[in-house]
């Protein structure tokens, strides 16, 4: 199996910057992409963006512009460096990745999710 540690989450305040953070660990695997979501109190988790292995990127409307997606590879680390912060930025934000692993019984693709990491931006 395979772990996502997210972290770089805290406060700022209106038009600071953060920069998340998600790793992925254990079992030997390919990423076949990987994804940012965020989800705010009583809201339904909204997908961010998006990055493939050949770090093709895609961005919702609400951050393109002030959000940028990048991936290392050598790593197994994604990030997500987020400027220009708004109040409406508030969320706990996850990673998600869709990789291809080898389990015992050979190569399967699974998606995995890390543990959230929270963001609160005050006005």
């Known amino acids: 199996q395979v772990q996502l540690v997210e972290s770089g989450g805290g406060l700022v305040q209106a038009g600071g910057s953060l920069r998340l953070s998600c790793t992925a660990s254990g079992s030997i695997f390919i990423i076949n992409g990987m994804g940012w979501y965020r989800q705010a109190p009583w809201e339904q988790r909204e997908l961010v963006a998006t990055i493939t292995s050949g770090s093709t990127t895609n961005y919702a409307d609400s951050v393109k512009g002030r959000f940028t997606f990048s991936i290392d590879n050598s790593k197994n680390t994604v990030y997500l460096q987020m400027n220009s912060l708004k109040p409406e930025d508030t969320a706990d934000y996850y990673c998600?990745?869709?990789?291809?692993?080898?389990?015992?019984?050979?190569?399967?693709?699974?998606?995995?999710w890390g543990q959230g990491t929270q963001v609160t931006v005050s006005s």
């Open positions: 998600n990745a869709d990789l291809r692993v080898l389990l015992p019984t050979g190569w399967s693709n699974r998606k995995y």
